[in-house]
């Protein structure tokens, strides 16, 4: 396969996601809710997520509205969640973050799933911020459970 049809696949992806995003809606009982913009485009995502004891993310849903590179970022980030820990969840968000930094051993990784299909976008440095507007909700998240698990844990002394 060319480079070219490559990169029209994945934009084919990328609209796929915008057009019919998964996992859109609110979460009846979400753990955390974070809200982040990004001024520069108009982007504006809410993540909802629902975290078990074992700090396993159980739901993770998304409202929003934006470009269709913000939209399909955390419309694929919401797929590669559920099941995973926090841990792992940032491991995810450390990975798309070096491939959005042009990484091209990252852009390999088969553990991004369809978010590979944003690759492309690491071109284009204004861009950038959209693609990570989801991951960065991702990460404030994950910070405020754990300071919430923290506190809780040293209540119960
Ligand atoms: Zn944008």
Redesign the pocket.
Known sequence: MTQIALSSLYQQLILEHYRKPRNKGRLPAPTVVVHMN?P????DIQLHLAVDAEQRVTAATFLGH?????QASVSMMTVRLKGKTLDEAMALADRFTEMMHGSREAARDRALGELRALQGVSKFPV?I??AL?GFDALQEAAKRVRAASAASESDGG
């Open positions: 990004n520069v485009c108009g982007d934006g470009c269709s590179i913000s861009r911020k959209c507007l």
